[in-house]
């Protein structure tokens, strides 16, 4: 079964930092591009970052450009997204998905992870 399966949110203060992991199981990411998306109570899912296949490019999304930080791992067929200087608009459902190419359009990706939940609350 080909699957997504993300970890790491939880809750955190203001300031503070998270790693979120995206694992793929079914199927090896090293020939996918990974999309972070998120998605806030009452607002459209919006993409967060992405990276290529090969790791060498990275796209940001202006709100976390500088704060968050894309990366992969082929061998462990994981990529990970560091959050760090959060803020309360951080605070959503963040999920992975696959695609052939980096897109901001969610609609173009193929898998997605169930999601996991990031507070950023004092």
């Known amino acids: 079964q080909l699957q997504l399966v993300e970890s790491g949110g939880g809750l955190v203060q203001p300031g503070g930092s998270l790693r979120l992991s995206c694992a793929a199981s079914?199927?090896?990411?090293?020939?996918?591009?990974i999309g972070w998306f998120r998605q806030a109570p009452g607002k459209e899912r919006e993409g967060v970052s992405c990276?290529?296949?090969?790791?060498?490019?990275?796209y940001y999304a202006g709100s976390v450009k500088g704060r968050f930080t894309i990366s992969r791992d082929n061998a462990k067929n994981t990529v990970y997204l560091q959050m760090n200087s959060l803020k309360s608009e951080d605070t959503a459902v963040y999920y992975c998905?696959?695609?052939?190419?980096?897109?901001?359009?969610?609609?173009?990706?193929?898998?997605w992870g169930q999601g996991t939940q990031v507070t950023v609350s004092s």
């Open positions: 079914g199927f090896t990411l090293d020939y996918y591009a």
């Open positions: 998905a696959s695609n052939t190419k980096c897109t901001w359009y969610s609609g173009e990706y193929d898998y």
């Open positions: 990276i290529s296949s090969s790791g060498g490019i990275r």
